[in-house]
């Protein structure tokens, strides 16, 4: 009996042990953002079923939309709710504004249906360059009066502000990382920020993209984007620097140091790479780049001023159909699935035992029909141009461009291209493949090689149904492994 007693207790030590590790991972483990400009959004609850069997613990949201954070209740998933930089001004200019944000946005999901909510961002790259200081003014106030009320709703111990930045708020004039410190321009305004974020227990939020440095600088090394390049080093003072993120990360550590904050929780919002839309933008160096961040996450390896588990969001989870293509055509494919949630690639996260991506599930397609250009129609017809200028800039063409998927096409197959994307756009009404006569519906698929024709999901309904009860079990475990850390703590 001694001797049960006694083998008891060691594996339940064991057990527990087991337990904490796995939390420690799933508290660390990787975020993903997840956008929904798209003209066929995935169901809510599809996504969040699609997060959790890849095991993704934490998510970020670009607004606070009411049925995608129902769909995260009670799932212990943290999240990160946003304000668009748009609402900022009343913010603003209203604390009862802010007041009834919070209420609504925040305190009612974590009461009622038992969000794990944990941040609010606040604008989101307010003070990017390109936006000429137009959030300038109002992101600060903004920032107090949300803070405000999250202390008048009594969720400020568990619901933290921050300011999601793109990497270019800080410089470094020397190119050296230790040399990193605020923008000129805006040097005063950040410091003032940070020290509020500080004074609030919240962290540094910003988002660092290698890939745009490759995108708008030719000459930028391409070995130097990756974690596993052949780069030749940066040696900053003694410190070599093997790739962009870690300069540019500890380029921020530097920045905070410098004004006095050097303890201050950094949270990189957005890491990433695309997959179309340009010539770097593919699916090699996609899966390269972030399988080298995940292979790094997942060893709880750090920068060489943060040595630590840097605390991380994937950009993205799935592509946005719907995104301004201002910054380039890449901006709609930055997905590790695509916009049905099919992986784009071999990934491993790190956060299960399959190795693999998972597949979202429970979709229902249109029909397996397309809409091409009557091969009847002659190539110097004057209708052409228009009719494909108009159907590009009501659909998606950001896979024609040279190096993109459907880069090779001829003349017929890039106004295919743009006359199926405008039809599939418009769920495969016959009205969408009239262009006065020069459009024929197919039900031969015209993808090649790299080139996908895609077929859209059906608009579906909450698909509440879909929920597995194996979500059931996993938050009882959950629940079990809290409690162990719990002991294991006291
Ligand atoms: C709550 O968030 C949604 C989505 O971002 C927004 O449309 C709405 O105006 C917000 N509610 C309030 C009271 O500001
Ligand atoms: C910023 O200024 C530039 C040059 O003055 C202008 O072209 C651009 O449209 C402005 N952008 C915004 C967002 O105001
Ligand atoms: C196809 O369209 C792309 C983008 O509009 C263009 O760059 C390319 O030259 C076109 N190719 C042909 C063969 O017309
Ligand atoms: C969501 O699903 C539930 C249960 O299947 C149903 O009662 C409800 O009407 C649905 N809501 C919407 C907006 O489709």
């Known amino acids: 009996m001694a001797y049960f007693k006694q083998n008891t207790g060691f594996f339940s030590v064991i057990f527990g042990l087991f337990w904490l590790i796995s939390m420690v991972i799933t508290v660390n483990g990787i975020g993903a953002n997840w956008g929904t400009q798209c003209s066929h959004p995935l169901p809510p609850d599809v996504v969040v079923r699609m997060l959790r069997e890849n095991g993704i613990q934490k998510v970020k949201l670009f607004d606070a939309d009411y049925s995608t954070l129902n769909a995260l209740g009670k799932t212990g998933i943290e999240v990160m709710v946003g304000i668009p930089n748009d609402m900022l001004s009343t913010l603003a200019s209203s604390g009862k504004a802010a007041d009834k944000w919070v209420s609504e946005n925040v305190t009612e999901h974590v009461k009622k249906s038992k969000v794990n909510i944990r941040y609010v961002a606040v604008g989101n790259e307010p003070f990017l360059a390109t936006y000429n200081g137009s959030f300038l003014k109002t992101t600060f106030p903004a920032l107090q009066n949300i803070q405000n009320a999250l202390v008048k709703a009594r969720l400020n111990n568990q619901v933290k502000v921050t300011v999601p930045s793109n990497a270019d708020v800080y410089a470094s004039p020397s190119s050296m990382p230790s040399g990193g410190d605020f923008r000129d321009d805006i040097h005063g305004y950040m410091v003032q920020i940070v020290k509020f974020l500080s004074d609030n227990g919240a962290p540094f939020t910003v988002n660092i993209y290698p890939f745009i440095s490759l995108y708008i600088d030719s000459n930028f090394p391409v070995e130097y984007a990756f974690f596993d390049g052949n780069a030749t080093p940066l040696n900053d003072g003694g410190t070599s620097y093997y790739n962009m993120f870690d300069a540019n990360y500890d380029t921020l550590v530097w920045a905070l140091q410098k004004n006095g904050f050097g303890n201050m929780p950094i949270i990189v919002g957005e890491i990433g790479w695309p ?216």
């Open 275 to 490: 997959t179309d839309g340009d010539i770097n933008a593919n699916v090699k160096y996609a899966q390269r780049f972030n399988q080298g961040f995940m292979t790094r996450t997942a060893n709880g390896k750090g920068s060489p001023m943060r040595p630590g588990p840097i605390d991380a969001y994937l950009f993205s989870l799935i592509d946005e159909d719907q995104k301004s293509i201002q910054p380039g055509n890449f901006e709609r494919h930055w997905g590790i699935f695509t916009f049905d949630g099919q992986p784009k690639y071999q990934l491993n996260l790190g956060t299960t035992n399959l190795g693999s991506l998972v597949r979202a599930k429970g979709l229902t397609y249109e029909e397996r029909q397309w809409c091409v250009l009557k091969p009847s129609v002659k190539l110097d017809d004057s209708r052409l141009a228009p009719s494909v200028s108009y159907a590009c800039a009501r659909a998606d063409c950001t896979s024609l461009g040279y190096g993109s998927t459907c880069g090779d096409l001829d003349a017929r197959g890039n106004i295919s291209y743009a006359y199926n994307s405008y039809y599939q756009i418009n769920d495969q009404d016959d009205e969408a493949c009239k262009f006065e006569g020069l459009g024929a519906i197919t039900k031969s698929d015209p993808s090649r090689d790299t080139c996908r024709f895609p077929v859209m999901i059906e608009p579906s309904d909450n698909g509440s149904e879909l929920m597995f009860p194996v979500s059931g079990i996993r938050s009882c475990f959950f629940s079990i492994s809290i409690l162990f850390l719990t002991m294991f703590w006291l």
